[in-house]
Every structure is written in structure tokens, then in C-alpha cells.
């Protein structure tokens, strides 16, 4: 099967005109296609596109790529358009082979999304494309509108020089620098809430899980701001306390407190010395071997949001100590000073800062905003 455009191959023009009129023109829209086509071989525009679907010399499907397809949407574009499979050679996605291509120049001439209108239901959803709404035609019907994503917003922005500004729902400085340094390789420009001059929304953080929480914060962000967010949320969890003592979400607040930075190590510190063991420390009395869960939501726009809680955005395991590094102390990390490596033994505070934002991101944090920006 090969697919010819009607731009590279203009000896396929009387053949490709001929057939877009059979299978969707009506006696008096023959020249529509027969216009389109012949004019568009010639132009500078990247639109429109044609193609036919070939098995050997016979041709057995087609599709077009074009600004319009006479619906109401005019603010959107490129759409995919006249999709058609020969009866004999449906069932075996060969219609996937056209949308792909229309896709691929779609993202080539810079555009990050495609466009078609239908009437089917269940076809194009498996090739990923996604319902949008209802769009209207000048003879008074209506179909069903689908986009799909033809390039990665981040590919697309790098491509051309360009950044997204995305908001971390954050007010912690630390967090926000961190998190700056470990995306640098990204086209983002990443934002705080304290960079916004305006008022941010209250969010109780009251969810059974971190992934609820971080939901809950990125959708009411996304409402207040009308900007592509993210939302992060932890959970910390500790071998040998009791589940009653567990932190889980609650991290910073205990019995109903939310507490300081200076009154987490008290807390923290006492639960390694009641609970932990000393084979495990390498520094000091005790420790307690102890993980992070982590949970991220990205909110793009309404139709896409990604949010995940897998194993692979966790923290590596790590022991907490009951003795908090002497002399390092960073405001909104007050756990880092409890906190060091099992490998080297040494302190968080004391490794390179390239390595600590590792520990405080995983590489599964990274792998998500690469797959979904």
C-alpha cells in the first residue's frame, strides 16, 4: 500500500479528480474537487493537501487535508476531510494510513492540531482523535467535531523557538526552583503562584491520596487562571510506625496542626528516636527507612488532563535520621536535613544539587511532562 499526494505526483491529478468526484461529489459539486485539486499543486500555501490510498496501480481509498470543511468552525483548521475506504478493503485500518499522513503534514506546515466532522461514532476514537463539540453547516446540518494532536505542544513550541508559560501550582519557592531546574530541557517557562499578582484560590488539601489532592489543586488553579497547570502532591511513608502514626498526605500537619519547618524536625526527629532502629543508621542513633508517593495532575485545557500516582514518579527509598544536619537548613525542605542517602550515607543537604533534585523528582516526573507536552 503506498499513499500519493496530488503535489508530488501531478501526473495523478485526472486520476484523483476523477475519483474524489465518484465516491463525494454530487452533479452539481464536480467542479469543486476538479477546481480544488488542479489549483492546489501549484500553491505556496501547505494547504490543501490530497491524497489517494494505492495497492499497486489501483486506488482504493483517498482523504484531503483543507482550511474548511464547510462548518461553522472557522476558528479552527487543518481538517481532515473526504476519508474513504473501498468496501473490499475496509476492516484492516487502512483508513488509519491516510488520517496519519494528513497528520503528519498537518504538524510539518506547524500545525499542532487536526481537525474532521462526522457523523460516525467509534471509528475515529480509536485512532485517538477526541470529541469536541457540535459545528454547523451552511445547509443546515450538524456533525460531530474531533481533534487529535498532531505534534506535541512541546515539539511544536521548541521547533519554532517558542515557550509555553505553565503554572506549578505551588507557593513554595524552594519547590518551584527545583522543579525549574529538573524541566530546563523542556520549552516551558514555569511559573509559580506567588508570580501571578493575583488572588490565589484557598484549596483544603483534604483527599484520602496523594492523587486526589493534586487533582483537586490543578482543576481549581486551571478555574481560577484559565492556564495550563500542574498540581504535585506527596505522601510520606515510614517502615516500622504504627499506621496510626503514618504521615501519608499529612506530612506537614499532625493532630489537626500544620506545622513550621523547625517544628517538623522536632516531630519528625521524635518518631525516629521512639521507632527506629540502629542497625540502619549510619549517622547518629537511629533511623527509619522511608519513601515518598507522588502524584502529579497537568491540566492542558478542558479535553486534555493527565494525572498519574504510578510507581515510577515515587522516591527512591531513603533513610531518616534522628539527627538533623548541623549546619544546612532550606526553607520549605525541612525533611532534607533528616533525610540521607542509602548508597553513600550521606546527608541530602551534602549532595550535589544536580543529584538532590533527582531525589526530590523522579526521572518518572520527567518522563511524564516529556510524553504529554
Known sequence: ?????????????????????????????????????????????????????????????????????????MDLYPWICALYIEEAYRGQAYGSLLLEQAEKDAAKAGYPYAYLCTDHVGYYEKYGYEYIGTGYHPWGETSRIYRTMCEKQGDFLARNGKTRKLLFGTGNAAKLSAMQRRLSTLAVELLGLNELNAEVPEVAEDGCTPLENAEKKAKSYYQAFHMPVFSCDSGLYLDGVPEELQPGVHVRTINGKYLSDEEMLSYYSGLVSEYGSESAAPIGKKALKAQYRNAI?????????????????????????????????KKGFPLDSLSVDIQTGSYYYDLPETELDEFAIEDGVLKFFQRYL
Open 1 to 73: 500500500m503506498n499513499i500519493i499526494s496530488v503535489r508530488e505526483h501531478p501526473e495523478w491529478a485526472d486520476r484523483m479528480i476523477a475519483y474524489f468526484q465518484k465516491h463525494w461529489a454530487s452533479e452539481d459539486s464536480m467542479m469543486v474537487y476538479e477546481d480544488c485539486i488542479t489549483h492546489c499543486m501549484d500553491a505556496a500555501a501547505p494547504l490543501p493537501q490530497w491524497y489517494v490510498l494505492v495497492d499497486g496501480e489501483t486506488i482504493i481509498g483517498c482523504a484531503g487535508l483543507i482550511t474548511n470543511d464547510f462548518i461553522s468552525r
Open 297 to 329: 495532575c497537568l491540566i492542558l485545557d478542558e479535553t486534555h488532563i493527565y494525572s498519574t500516582m504510578d510507581e515510577s514518579m515515587a522516591s527512591r527509598p531513603f533513610l531518616m535520621v534522628e539527627k538533623p544536619h548541623s549546619t544546612i537548613r
